[in-house]
């Protein structure tokens, strides 16, 4: 099976990834089929201060309950309100419509994660 993965974005290998041109962030398109049909979504608040690969969220499918880390460090300045109401947007869109939150955020943390090429060997 082939995964879509987006070429201007960086990936955590826990299959998150962050748009760096607008700090937007979400799960990748294997995540969201690994997890099945997304029932729910718990995210953090506007304001919130996260940690590099500390606890973001959570996005529990019919399958699992799973964590969401947030791959660099930052400030909440947005939240996906969509997912309160259609939290299979997440599975549907996942680079889209499913995002889940938007981060101020050091672009020296995108050092630390895989391109789009290093990810898509991973999830091969």
């Known amino acids: 099976m082939s995964f879509d993965v987006p070429q201007d974005l960086y990936y955590l290998e826990s299959h998150e990834w962050i748009d760096p041109d607008t700090g937007r962030v979400g799960i990748s398109d294997f995540a969201q089929d690994e997890l099945g049909d997304v029932v729910f979504v718990e995210l ?22 799973s964590d969401i880390y947030a791959p660099v460090s930052g400030e909440v300045t947005d939240v996906n309100d969509a997912l309160e109401d259609q939290p299979e947007l997440v599975n549907d869109d996942p680079f ?29």
């Open 44 to 65: 953090p608040a506007v304001g919130d201060d996260l940690q590099q690969e500390a606890e973001l969220g959570v996005v529990e499918s019919i399958k699992a309950v």
């Open 96 to 124: 889209g419509d499913g995002w889940l939150v938007e981060l101020d955020f050091d672009e020296s943390d995108l050092d630390e994660l895989l391109d789009a090429d290093e990810y898509a060997e991973q999830i091969a």
